[in-house]
């Protein structure tokens, strides 16, 4: 998009944005874009571009080794140039497995002097000053990771966080000034983003197949109410909660993450503005309760807040629209939607589909009707990102989500090594994640607009896109 048509894009929609908000709001926006733009730290710098020293071996800590954590840990252990050095887990049999694959893979040779650190709550804390690891990776409770993150680049350690990044705003602004401050990475890692179909779209948004963009459309549905039976241990016994003391878009990044990439959203073109928010009625999680539990039980002894699905409407600073939905409770096929739409043609996911204005040759006539399944053959021929190509057969065989997460940790191990910008910065992770804490307040607000804080205090206009990495 050029640079004239992106500024009267904007100006158009601020203007529009304008006649619909009273002074009183405008006001309260300009004040709290001006604190925001004046609060950097002296000390601190802009993080949207960054690149950390090189790094010959990366020495990797892990915080949380069970259902996520495991997969990771065991995944980096197989990537060439990196050392386990450390292990932190509540449960020692957790511990102990990963420790001993890790040992398995490293065969003598790598992973030789792992730490283990299992004793309590805080144990972690005592990991960080002890080995002073390179990365850690934090794969604990949502509640846990941002103080996690920002503990760990106060020891100088890179952070990587399983999403969401933060759960406040207030949390959000101490990752960023810490990051800052710190010069550390702290990257939230939306595995998503590796995806096969992700990153065709990705490439072909970039060489403009589809004309200038204009909506997306993002979801995270996904029935998860088996996860209640974890009543002690594991991801259902504090996920659960969060269904009960919350009311918004509580998982919105696997969505949102590959289309605001698309948009190039907080890099150069765009950026996140309003967000306005809805939920349904919550019944499903206490209808479940009453149905697989006794009366006594402590699900059918708390209140379900959450609605069973929930929908948001992000208006982006050029106007442009991101619908995100959110629902882990009915019983539907599991979507992530993956669609974006532009001026000359809509890229689609669950199915995988493609519809470009003048048809695809060999497959369409228009785009009155989709291109599916086998007839996509020549479009990822023509189109398949060069990443994918050269990483695809290897991540798939590695596996994690049909491969996404082994390229997420390759590209992560590859970038401190090579001392480059990492595919997702710190600032990304905290768009994405506000999401839910912003949601949470237009839902208690009758869907009232809520506007997103900007976490790179303007300089986003001058972070280049994310680019097509060969």
């Not at 705003?169 to 710190?182: A, G, M, P, Q, Y």
Request: glycine share 8%; with cysteine; net charge negative.
């Amino acid at each position: 998009m050029s640079t004239n048509r992106r500024h009267f894009l904007k100006k158009a929609s601020l203007v529009s944005a304008g006649l619909s908000l009273t002074p009183t709001i405008l006001t309260a926006c300009q004040e709290s874009t001006k604190q925001e733009i004046n609060s950097r730290p002296v000390e601190a710098k802009y993080m949207g571009g960054f690149s950390a020293e090189k790094l010959e071996t990366v020495r990797c800590a892990f915080i949380g080794v069970g259902a996520r954590g495991s997969s990771h840990i065991e995944q980096i252990s197989n990537i060439a140039d990196t050392e386990v050095v450390a292990i932190c887990d509540l449960y020692e049999d957790l511990a102990k497995r990963s420790y001993d694959k890790c040992k398995s893979i490293g065969k003598g040779t790598r992973h030789k002097d792992i730490a283990i650190y299992t004793n309590g709550d805080n144990d972690w804390k005592k990991m960080l000053k002890d080995i002073k690891p390179d990365i850690v990776i934090i794969s604990t409770p949502w509640e846990l990771h941002a103080s996690m993150a920002i503990e760990t680049m106060k020891h100088g350690s890179h952070a990587f966080v399983e999403v969401p990044l933060a759960l406040t705003l207030d949390e959000i602004w101490e990752i960023i000034n810490t990051s800052e401050t710190t010069q550390k990475h702290c990257m939230m890692m939306e595995n998503v983003n590796y995806g096969r179909e992700e990153l065709l779209y990705l490439n072909m948004c970039r060489q403009g197949v589809i004309g200038e963009l204009l909506h997306a459309e993002a979801a995270y549905i996904h029935e998860l109410r088996f996860q209640m039976n974890e009543n002690n241990r594991g991801t259902g016994s504090w996920r659960t909660y969060h269904y009960s003391n919350r009311n918004g878009n509580l998982y919105p990044t696997h969505g949102l993450g590959p289309v605001s990439q698309y948009m190039n959203l907080a890099r150069t073109d765009d950026n996140f503005k309003f967000i306005n928010s809805f939920s349904s009625p919550s019944i499903g999680r206490k209808l479940y309760a009453n149905k697989n539990f006794p009366d006594d039980h402590k699900w059918n002894q708390i209140e379900f807040m959450s609605g069973d699905i929930n929908t948001s409407i992000i208006k982006t600073e050029l106007g442009r629209t991101i619908m995100v939905q959110w629902d882990e409770t009915s019983p539907r096929p599991y979507s992530r939607h993956n669609l974006i739409q532009g001026t000359s043609g809509t890229l689609a996911g669950f199915p995988t589909r493609v519809a470009l204005e003048g048809g695809i040759e060999g497959a369409s006539e228009n785009h009155h009707s989709w291109v599916m399944g086998e007839q996509l053959a020549k479009i990822f021929e023509k189109y398949e990102h060069p990443l994918y190509k050269r990483m695809g057969l290897i991540s798939k065989k590695m596996g994690g989500h049909g491969g996404m997460d082994f390229l997420m940790l390759y590209r992560i191990i590859e970038c401190l090594k090579q001392g480059e910008p990492l595919d997702q910065n710190v600032y990304e992770g905290c768009f994405w994640s506000a999401v839910s804490p912003l949601s949470e307040i237009s839902v208690a607000q009758n869907g009232t607009p809520q506007e997103f804080p900007d976490f790179t205090r303007g300089d986003w206009e001058t972070t280049l896109p994310l680019d097509i990495i060969t």
